[in-house]
């Protein structure tokens, strides 16, 4: 009786209207991208820039995105993976790391369109609020914040990135109420909180306070880092340099690898009808061999 | 209870969205852009309820006159008793679609122009009118 009543009918599945493909995937937000992407019409093909900052688990994506009907063109991109190449090696998905990476893309870009001159923005990260100032020539470039999935919670690693890009000199509108060091009592950014948080002090704190009171745990959980060599206390010195070195060049490096001669295949090759017919008769070959052991066993 | 008629008495078909198609419109109504001049048609989207324009102008064509932030203005035209006015309203552009009754002339002009090019280039002088088709001789039957 319960199985019946559970029964999906041909009339269900003719009236099922599916989801978009990606709201079926869970990937994109349409309420939020639809406000993201609409230029005002008197506006004309004027194109609308996103700041797109998605995290996965191992590497951080910054994009510089324009929609187009043909496709969302792509203007700049950084990785976390790529931070390496600029000095960092561990801790790639963390704040400060996310905050190198925006810086990454902000000087990318500006350096591609010719404007890192006139848009330094703020080589001293200090954790207080800075926007562009404009500057006599050009206006600064303006660009959307797009969170994608993210519950925006203060202190969350997509602001992180957020403030490497204003640093970085990208025009990005924004409140400081979700920076990390934002205290909802006070209703005011600790920027000696944030700036912590920007050069890994909260990274540096939990290192020692492990060192102390559990040291096994401290040399499974920061492996990577005892390899690299690198203390708590260095780790400031480390994030300043990499964001030195972004900025003397951030234009992406090419890799050395050649692409692969022969295709590797990743899923398995599709069998034809012969193929197919003979496996059959194998298996029932090999079901009538293992029967007819079977058969004799109970004979015996 | 009398009829009721109300901005949008009438219109529970005729708003309402195809099967299968409810929920969120997809990006490209957003993505085009329109120029004063270009010819539109004016279909109502029922799911979006701002900028609706009233339900006569559903399915008409005018032309645009104006473009503001989210909406464009459309001229079209309308018989009100012995006459046509020509109306202007503001619609958003969830409404609207581009509309393919101008394409064949635009094509036509963009050919015609190419052919009289060519015809300069070699000197012939060429008539681009289009004919009409003539009296059928017994062959065609």
Known sequence: MVFVKAQKSKAYFKRFQVKYKRRREGKTDYRARIRLINQDKNKYNTPKYRFVVRFTNKDIIAQIVSASIAGDMVLGAAYAHELPHYGLEVGLTNYAAAYCTGLLLARRVLKKLEMDDEYEGNVEATGEDYSVEPAESRRPFRTLLDVGLVRTTTGNRVFGALKGALDGGLDIPHSDK???GFSKDSKQLDTEVHRKYIYGGHIAAYMTTLMEDEPEKYQSHFSE???KGLEAD???????KVHSVIRADPTPKKSEKQPPKEHKRYNLKKLTYEERKAKLIER???LNAAAGADDDEDDD | MPAGHGLRSRTRDLFARPFRKKGPTPLSIYLRTYKIGD??????NGSIHKGMPHKFYHGRTGRVWNVTKRAIGVEVNKQVGNRIIRKRIHVRV???????????ILQRIKRNDELKAEAKARGEVISTKRQPKGPQTLASW
């Open chain 1, 178 to 180: 979700r920076f990390a």
């Open chain 1, 225 to 227: 880092y005892i390899k």
């Open chain 1, 234 to 240: 260095g780790l400031e010195e480390m994030y300043k």
């Open chain 1, 284 to 286: 029932l070959n090999a």
């Open chain 2, 39 to 44: 010819y539109v048609d004016v279909k109502v």
């Open chain 2, 94 to 104: 969830e409404h609207v679609q581009p509309s393919r009754c101008h394409e064949e």
